[in-house]
Every structure is written in structure tokens, then in C-alpha cells.
């Protein structure tokens, strides 16, 4: 009853009302007759998108686990890669880091030919390595530096407390530190999530078809340009709202 109250309030009526109408006015005025020649090939790209979302996302933060740690209390000589790394990630464009990776290092293997004879070399021959490679170093250098703060503000009578009672280094991280430092960032790590969605159109520029990709195609073979950026930007926003409910959730299940 209460989220039907808060939902009900003049204010929202009116939006809801007003989005009503806009979509309304956009079925009716606009061209929408490509979406059916189109149709598996959005399928297939959207699925690409959020298959590159989901994998990068969850291989970063498993990279910056390590990263905001060694900051937080490792030895210099661990603290120091791991800030450096983090410091150029964030330092630079997000699209460099992926022509860097596809045109650089992607330009390389093929003068090896060990590398080409490789069971590898299928792969390495294609684009989405490089944009899986680039995405996931670039939430990790983000997250790294988040989880940094988290384990630092851990509270360390929690951690004494486990001492005492000869909980292993090992376990107690795994039982109480990661625990705590992943509760106090989740609405960090979601937001970061949905601007990883938002960084996807990049892999565009390497050939990798995703949704972005296919969007673009039908404008050049169409030459219709408003329906499928609006379209689009539906999708986007959908794929952000279902990770915004569930990061939400994720928060409301995890116990204070």
C-alpha cells in the first residue's frame, strides 16, 4: 500500500501520463516498419550486449577484490602496482584502452607464428577478446579503488574481535571483511554497473556487433534516424532499470 501511495502522488500522474502520450504520439508518427527485417539481428546484438555486460563485470570486480586490498593493506610492493594500474585506468579513455588492446596488441600476435598455429589463434583473431579484456580492466581500475575504501572502513574491532578468537586470516576475510566491505558498496557497485552498460557502445568501433551496432546499421541502410536511436535508448534504459531493481533487492536481502 505504501509504494501504491507513493506511486499515486500528483506528480508522478503526470509524468506517467505525459510518457503515456509520448509514447503514443512515437507509435503512431514514426516509421517502425524496419523492425521486423531487423529483428533477429537486434536479438542477437542485444544478447551480445548483455553477455559482454555480465562477464566483464563480474570478471572486474573479482580483479578488483585483490586490487582494493593490496592498496588497502598490502606491502608497498603490492600497493604500488595496484595504484598505479588504477591511476592509469582512470586516467585515460575508456576507447583508447580498447583500440590500445585491439590495433596494438591485437597487431602483434599475428607476427608470431607460434601464436597463429595456436588453438588460440581462432580467438585471438577476433574482436570481442580485446573489448571483453578492455571492459573488464576498466571496471576493474574503477572498483579497485572502491574496494580500496571499503576495506579500510571496515570496522576493525570486528577484525580484532576475530582474532582473538584465532579465526584464520583466510576465513576471516572471506566470513567478515569481504562481507562487510561488499555491503557498504553496493550502491557504488551498481551504479558502476549501469555506466559499464553505458560504456558497451564503445565495442562498436572494433566491429563487435552489439546492440549499439546493429542501431547503427539500420541507419545507414535505412537512412531512418530518430526510431532506432529512440529505440535504443528504450532498451538501455530498461536493461538499467532491471539492474537498478536488483541491486536493490541484492541491498534489502543483505542483513545490516
Not at 510518457?19 to 521486423?36: G, H, V
Not at 562477464?55 to 603490492?78: D, I, K, M, N
Not at 539500420?218 to 532506432?228: A, G, K
Amino acid at each position: 500500500m505504501t509504494a501504491l501511495r507513493a506511486l499515486m502522488q500528483p506528480h508522478r500522474i503526470v509524468m506517467m501520463a505525459l510518457f503515456a502520450l509520448l509514447i503514443l504520439w512515437c507509435a503512431i508518427s514514426l516509421r517502425w516498419d524496419w523492425i521486423p527485417r531487423y529483428m533477429p539481428l537486434a536479438l542477437e546484438g542485444m544478447w551480445r550486449t548483455i553477455w559482454i555486460l555480465v562477464v566483464t563485470s563480474v570478471l572486474g570486480f573479482l580483479l578488483a577484490v585483490p586490487l582494493g586490498l593490496a592498496q588497502a593493506v598490502g606491502p608497498w610492493y603490492l600497493a604500488m602496482p595496484a595504484r598505479t594500474f588504477c591511476t592509469i585506468i582512470r586516467g585515460t579513455p575508456l576507447l583508447l584502452q580498447i583500440w590500445l588492446l585491439y590495433y596494438g596488441l591485437g597487431s602483434l600476435f599475428p607476427q608470431y607464428p607460434w601464436i597463429r598455429s595456436s588453438e588460440l589463434w581462432p580467438y585471438l583473431r577476433q574482436a570481442w577478446p580485446y573489448a571483453v579484456l578492455a571492459l573488464t580492466l576498466s571496471y576493474a581500475g574503477y572498483e579497485g579503488e572502491v574496494m580500496r575504501g571499503a576495506f579500510a572502513g571496515v570496522n576493525k574491532g570486528q577484525l580484532e574481535a576475530a582474532r582473538s578468537f584465532g579465526m584464520p586470516r583466510l576465513t576471516m576475510f572471506r566470513r567478515i571483511w569481504l562481507p562487510l566491505a561488499v555491503r557498504n558498496v553496493l550502491p557504488t557497485l551498481g551504479g558502476e554497473t549501469i555506466l559499464q552498460l553505458k560504456a558497451t557502445p564503445l565495442v562498436a568501433t572494433i566491429t563487435v556487433i552489439d546492440i549499439y551496432a546493429v542501431s547503427s546499421r539500420v541507419r545507414s541502410d535505412t537512412f531512418i534516424v530518430y526510431e532506432p536511436l529512440l529505440l535504443l535508448a528504450a532498451i538501455y534504459m530498461i536493461i538499467a532499470g532491471l539492474i537498478t531493481l536488483a541491486f536493490r533487492r541484492f541491498e534489502n536481502r543483505v542483513p545490516g
